[in-house]
């Protein structure tokens, strides 16, 4: 009974030989997934080859190496196949007496990335779909946390008759740290926006003139270690200072910026952050894992545990040697998504997760060398990271026809985005399979598609 097994292995790899050459965008509608639901069911094996030739026309190479949108890398070939052992053994992380391995995967995982981006090793963690709940689960901890600390119990009594909260981040946010906040009911739009300069990085002279106008209540600040945008830093050691002279709890969202403090060269871009109460950061897109996948860490334990842990008579318990993961995540049942992140991260090891940093810093570095030379073309940001941000004849409509034709021809994919109030290409170099043959086909990509544009 393994013919459906076969095939998706036979599938699979076929469609990992495409990577390298076939056009990273979608080629077509794929209308053959829109049918009724038959009657009569069909073969596993069947389905299965069903499913791939219906999928075909509207997959994307986003797992190849010219995918530069989003922030996103691709699955090491380790991690993808642990991901196929993952729901082949098709275990419930939620509790330590459902699966003692996915326990002790997620134990591993979260005391390996502590110590590589150097943050407390008592720290807890919580093992969570994506940086959007990442940041769910760090901004709770906060919640819980400021408010104990003013004498309010806010899983019990909920925010209704609360001390009201705080909340800062600089403009150059990512949208889903607002929507975090909304989420837990501290609002979207009542985030008090802290300037940033202009590689946008927090201006923390201006944090401390606006943290001094605290009355002494709740608050919390929320930092970032790479701007979504140009990758920048902000200064944590500045901010950390600000929040403990003001009593405000410090988050930090480095969702895939935190990752650089695993590799020495680019170590010194965290400075400070481990200074901060919770952070965020996903595993999903620079460590290489499929989808999904992220941690969130909180430095007090009691914090992250008062705000999500698990209650109900028939669950059990964790023993002091255990671990039962819905404890520390917003979700109960769920899938066992440490076991791909262990995978990847014993394929690297650190030298090879630092490498596979550096390396693609090196190869944003090139491509913006590469365009910067062409004529009207401008590079809007220092490139410290692995974020290269690109405007084409100091126009809105030009850059936004160059993005639509680079996406159209398909050598890469690559998207746009608004930086200080203008359009601008984004190109995020985050795969473990990008070269610098990939990054100079990149760059003649774009520029001949700019020279298209100015006809």
Wanted: hydrophobic share 50%; charged share 20%.
């Amino acid at each position: 009974m393994t013919d459906h097994l076969d095939a998706a292995h036979e599938l699979a790899a076929a469609w990992l030989a495409t990577l390298d050459h076939r056009p990273v965008r979608a080629e077509g509608d794929p209308s053959g997934l829109r049918r009724d639901l038959p009657a009569e069911g069909a073969a596993p094996a069947d389905v299965v080859r069903e499913l791939a030739a219906a999928a075909a026309p509207g997959l994307v190479a986003s797992a190849g190496p010219r995918y530069f949108g989003f922030v996103t890398g691709g699955a090491l070939p380790a991690a993808l196949a642990a991901d196929w052992l993952t729901s082949a053994w098709d275990q419930n992380a939620a509790l330590h007496s459902m699966s003692p391995a996915a326990a002790a995967a997620e134990e591993t995982v979260g005391r390996w990335v502590l110590d590589l981006l150097g943050l407390p090793a008592h720290a807890a963690f919580g093992i969570v779909t994506g940086a959007q709940m990442a940041n769910v689960s760090g901004l709770a901890a906060a919640r819980h946390g400021v408010l104990r600390d003013a004498g309010w119990d806010v899983e019990a009594h909920g925010l209704a008759g609360a001390p009201p909260i705080r909340v800062l981040a600089h403009e150059e946010s990512h949208s889903t740290l607002f929507n975090a906040l909304r989420l837990i009911g501290l609002g979207r739009d009542t985030v008090e926006r802290v300037p940033a300069d202009d590689q946008g990085r927090m201006v923390a002279r201006l944090l401390r003139a606006a943290l001094a106008e605290h009355d002494g209540g709740p608050a919390i600040v929320c930092a970032q270690a790479g701007n979504v945008n140009s990758g920048a830093f902000d200064p944590f050691d500045a901010i950390a200072d600000a929040c403990a002279e003001a009593g405000a709890w410090l988050h930090v969202d480095g969702a895939f910026g935190l990752w650089a403090a695993a590799a020495p060269g680019r170590a010194h871009l965290c400075a400070g952050v481990g200074r901060a109460d919770s952070w965020a950061v996903d595993a999903h897109k620079w460590l290489n894992v499929p989808y999904d996948g992220a941690l969130a860490i909180v430095r007090d334990p009691s914090t992250l545990a008062g705000a999500l842990a698990l209650t109900g008579a028939y669950l059990t318990v964790a023993a002091d040697a255990e671990r039962n993961g819905g404890d520390w995540a917003p979700e109960a049942s769920r899938r066992a998504r440490a076991f791909p992140m262990w995978a990847a991260l014993r394929s690297l090891g650190r030298e090879g997760l630092a490498d596979l940093i550096e390396r693609d810093c090196r190869l944003a570095a090139l491509i913006a060398r590469r365009l910067e030379n062409a004529p009207g073309v401008a590079v809007l940001a220092d490139v410290t990271l692995n974020q290269v941000l690109v405007r084409f004849g100091d126009d809105d409509a030009a850059t936004e026809a160059v993005i639509a034709r680079v996406q159209q021809e398909g050598t890469c994919w690559l998207g746009g985005t608004r930086w200080q109030g203008a359009a601008a290409m984004r190109i995020s170099v985050s795969g473990w399979r990008t070269t610098e043959d990939d990054a100079e086909r990149t760059a003649v990509a774009i520029a001949t598609a700019w020279r298209r544009v100015r006809g």
